[in-house]
């Protein structure tokens, strides 16, 4: 018997293979824990498609589901479905108002428990006008548009919502959105923005603590406050299949956290398969994610099982995965729908069940918004995001990571570790680490060569990043290549595909020039900052 962590809703089929709890069309999905489900099992596959076969259920926390719920919503059709699926599920619906005036005038006579409230209404006032009253009156809701433009969400921001769910959406989106919201309001936790547009929770569940010894073991080290609170939320949603999105600057420890959440998780016991996007050449990429059968392209003398396969019932980490090609993406985009795959040259569907966590150093945000990345896929991806903090901004973490870096490859050269003198220890705190933790590693690697077994007494920081080149001098073919990219990426907003973009001013296959600008080393997201 094993006790595991389970987000139960009621008024579900718990038994039902399709209530996977996937998230949709989520923005945000923070599932905390509402009830505890004891349970054997017989397999690990039992689990992960939802099955329990014997559960009990603690309903300290757990709502009565007579709820009333305002629906705020102008359309016809998407307000009585959203209705339908509300009764069906034992919740009361106050009333459906068509207009932002007619909501106010309801909330000033009811107090609803939730409002599930549209942006675009009839009238004078918007849903955003609505939610900040609502938020004043300390009324919870979540928003529900056809529209997630990058303006709409920065109006949205402010007004603090629960949730915010892009049209259409899915029965399970709409429950399980309730849940969290009434979870997060119930215990006082904000809902607060992060930076760029990306809506994120800030607080935990109080007695969360981090598993130090699995931290320790992922090879984590760190206890500054703004890594800790990354730390404690990929330890909750861990015990999850939820998508999981790790955001921030390269070498920040993407991959070591994914690590962590892999471990936490019920999947543990099965295989965590790690693919780097970018190091993948595109015409090889299908078959190394998919697989292939034999003879399907030249040089395809056997089958390749692909590493969603290998993954099975396990987890997939997607490293670098803002730099799909728009092609890959709608193929990556119907594995986390249709939870299936076909291998290059079969018509053949397999099923898999796969934990999915993503990483990027990109803004995807801005991707989407320039027509690089898609929305849908984003908003599957993005269930779950956490954004690591740069090495400069936990410095507090230095030390222990400079004592954990050289304890490391002291032993792999097979040496005794060394002391770093103050002096050392100062010029590692005063740099910025434009290179966060992979470059200070590089730079105590590099120093315990130098020590011979002494002391380390300074430290040699290497040439700073990006050296302007002395005025007149000659640039290479590759210099006069990016330059003029760039200029042209500059001209188009940043847009490489399509009609206006990068590709067609420059007379070049769309991918071709996608190719180049990762080869050469330009980084579209900051090309117009």
């Not at 629960?162 to 904000?190: C, T």
């Not at 090879?219 to 939320?233: T, W």
């Not at 949603?237 to 921030?248: C, F, I, M």
């Not at 991707?367 to 599957?380: A, I, N, Q």
Request: charged fraction near 25%; glycine fraction near 8%.
């Amino acid at each position: 018997m094993q006790t595991k962590y389970v987000k139960i809703i009621e008024g579900l089929d718990i038994n039902h293979p399709d209530h996977d709890y996937d998230t949709g069309n989520f923005i945000i999905f923070i599932v905390p824990d509402i009830c505890t489900i004891k349970m054997a099992r017989s397999s690990a596959s039992d689990f992960n498609r939802g099955y329990l076969l014997d559960f009990c259920k603690s309903r300290n926390n757990y709502p009565t589901m007579k709820e009333k719920i305002l629906i705020v919503e102008d359309h016809f059709v998407e307000a009585n479905g959203l209705k339908k699926i509300l009764l069906e599920s034992g919740y009361e619906v106050l009333e459906i108002a068509r207009s932002g005036e007619r909501a106010l005038s309801i909330v000033d006579t009811e107090t609803p428990d939730f409002v599930l409230l549209d942006i675009a209404l009839q009238g004078v006032l918007t849903g955003i006008d609505v939610g900040g009253t609502l938020r004043k009156k300390n009324i919870p809701f979540l928003y529900i548009s056809a529209n997630a433009g990058e303006d709409t969400l920065k109006l949205a921001k402010p007004t603090r919502p629960y949730g915010f769910l892009v049209k259409p959406f899915r029965k399970k989106d709409i429950l399980a959105s309730l849940e969290i919201g009434r979870y997060w309001h119930q215990n006082s936790m904000e809902y607060l923005c992060g930076p760029g547009n990306t809506f994120h929770f800030q607080g935990r569940p109080s007695g969360e603590a981090v598993h130090t010894e699995t931290a320790s073991a992922a090879g984590i080290v760190g206890r500054s406050k703004s890594f800790m609170e990354v730390l404690e939320n990929a330890q909750i949603v861990a015990r999850y299949d939820t998508s999981v999105l790790l955001l921030g600057e390269s070498g920040t420890g993407k991959e070591i956290i994914a690590q962590f959440i892999h471990q936490n998780s019920p999947r543990n016991q099965r295989p965590l398969v790690k693919v780097n996007c970018a190091a993948i050449p595109s015409m090889l990429i299908e078959s190394v994610l998919f697989g292939h059968e034999r003879g399907s392209f030249t040089g395809a003398m056997e089958r390749h099982i692909g590493k969603f396969e290998q993954a099975q019932e396990g987890t997939i980490f997607l490293d670098e995965v803002g730099d799909m090609s728009p092609d890959l993406q709608i193929k990556l985009l119907r594995v986390l729908q249709e939870k299936e795959i076909e291998r290059v040259g079969s018509a053949e569907t397999i099923p898999v069940n796969v934990r999915v966590i993503a990483a990027t150093n990109l803004d995807l945000e801005k991707e989407v918004f320039r027509g690089r990345f898609r929305l849908d896929l984003f908003y599957r991806l993005n269930a779950f995001p956490l954004v690591l903090p740069p090495l400069k901004h936990r410095k507090d973490d230095i030390p222990a990571l400079a004592r954990h870096f050289i304890g490391k490859h002291a032993a792999r050269m097979k040496m005794p570790p060394v002391a770093i003198a103050p002096k050392a220890m100062e010029i590692l705190l005063a740099h910025d680490w434009p290179g966060n933790i992979r470059e200070l590693e590089q730079v105590l690697e590099r120093a315990l060569v130098l020590s011979n077994q002494r002391p380390i007494e300074s430290i040699a920081l290497g040439r700073p990043m990006h050296k302007e080149k002395e005025a007149g001098s000659i640039k290479t073919m590759e210099e006069n290549e990016r330059d003029h990219i760039v200029a042209v990426l500059r001209s188009c907003g940043g847009k490489i595909f399509g009609k206006g973009g990068a590709a067609e001013m420059l007379a070049m296959n769309p991918n071709t020039l996608y190719s180049r600008i990762r080869k050469i080393g330009i980084d579209v997201g900051k090309i117009n900052d």
